[in-house]
């Protein structure tokens, strides 16, 4: 679909795939920041106090006043007890998982061959960490 130069419409099959109204919902967003509409859009933000049991300092996807000078989240209901859970449980991954790839370093050569890590705290210690090759093998 992508290779016929002569095709000058959005094919149909673009409309029925997910995110096939993603490029206007960017747009929208572009022009609210530029100050040209003054839209709520869902956005990815601190929670602050907009989302009961989320900790202020947490990012969370939620709706938002968005103008060409400020960003202003809009407070959620509270969730239910059972979603909050799995709210907070899904925070505590993502924590984990970005803290990890914060602290840790790890590189390879391209062929694959082990090279030495560093392990790098958020203070700028390093000390050794284990090779490529071992870092596969789990030796």
Do not use: W
Request: glycine fraction near 10%; aromatic fraction near 4%.
């Amino acid at each position: 679909m992508y290779k016929d130069e002569s095709v000058v419409t959005k094919p149909e099959a673009l409309s029925k795939r997910g995110g096939a109204f993603y490029s206007k919902i960017a747009i929208d967003l572009v022009t609210s920041l530029m100050g040209l509409n003054d839209q709520t859009h869902i956005v990815n933000v601190l929670a602050g106090d907009c989302v009961d049991g989320i900790g202020a300092g947490q990012v969370v996807e939620i709706s938002a006043q968005i103008t060409k000078d400020k960003i202003v989240p809009l407070k959620v209901d509270p969730p239910e007890p059972k979603i909050l859970g799995l709210m907070q449980s899904v925070k505590a991954y993502e924590n984990t998982s970005s803290r990890s790839g914060y602290f840790t370093q790890l590189r390879c050569r391209p062929d694959g061959a082990g090279d030495t890590s560093v392990v790098r705290s958020r203070k700028g210690q390093t000390r050794p960490g284990r090779s490529c090759e071992n870092q596969q093998t789990g030796t």
